[in-house]
């Protein structure tokens, strides 16, 4: 073993409880003027902080997800497991991040939006993005076994994140109806594929030929009359994503109310859900939560795929609040 000459004791002089008695002896004069010489190099950090006023959304996304999903036995086009355990990890980044008002998940991605009047780490934007791709990774890992069960990780995933800034509240309405809209147009496509190919037995070249060109109504016409399926009787995650938002619900037990983060599966065209929860862009305190009646159609994870379908009215979504009532996360 290697000996330290000034440390014979190497293992005791490296407790921690010694540790800063250690350093502190051999702080030299000389190694003091070394420290100030390289001191300089912290000048080459720039300061990265983001525009005063503006929305910040951080958008993470899988990384080569296609070939994560196949890795790991994904359902094909929409795999429950897998987008549950992308919102229970985009949960925890919302408790962990206060100033987060919402967050709008689909497919490998997620969508964080810091309030425009956040100070948090002085609006910087590294920080602010690295810490939040950082927690949004580990708790995928961490949670992995909790939705995938038997399946062994056979990798440490990687998401990617970038960070943009919004000006207005209809340039940030803006964006994330473009990422809503973007999980309308490839879950219609993708569901459509798949049926053809899984159902049907087409090849992915021949399924890609059949789709190629059509438009939605096309498309819901080909589920319905070829695999008799409605496709507004998807389930709504699928068909809209998740949007995350922090609520105040009573805490069954001692009645208080706390803060809990909600998933819904609703629309974020138009006016309802900004009308409906008017917190949001309005910076102003968090809403009480009411649940919906119980037997309302608001509940919708647990679509009966067997029920005789109707004929789609078109290829837009239904109601415009859904909400499924699963389990809420409570943080107090
Ligand atoms: N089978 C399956 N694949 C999914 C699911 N969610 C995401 N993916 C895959 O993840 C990809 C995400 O798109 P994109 O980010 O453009 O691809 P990437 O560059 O491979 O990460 C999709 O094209 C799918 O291949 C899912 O629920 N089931
Ligand atoms: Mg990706």
Redesign the pocket.
Known sequence: MLRNRLYPDFRTSMKAKNFGAARRDIRTSSEQMAKSKFEYVKEFESPDPCLKNCWIVVRI??????????AHG???????R??NL?TRAATNVLEEYRDICLAYGQ???YSFIFRKDTDHFKRRASKLMTTVVSLFTSSFVYHWTAFFGPIRLQYPPTFDARIVLYPTDKNLRDYLGWRQADVHV?NLY?TTFWALVLKKGFSNAKAEERLRGTLAAEKNEILFSEFGLNYNNEPPMFRKGTVLVRKLCKTPGDGKLRQVVLPFYTDLFGETFWRENPEILGLKSLQVYHPPEENSNNVNMNVDQNKSPSRPETAASTSASEHQSSAPSTDN
């Open positions: 996304d899988g990384k080569g997800f296609s070939r994560f999903a196949e994904y359902v094909k086009p929409n795999d429950i897998g987008l992308m497919s490998d991605e490839n993708n």
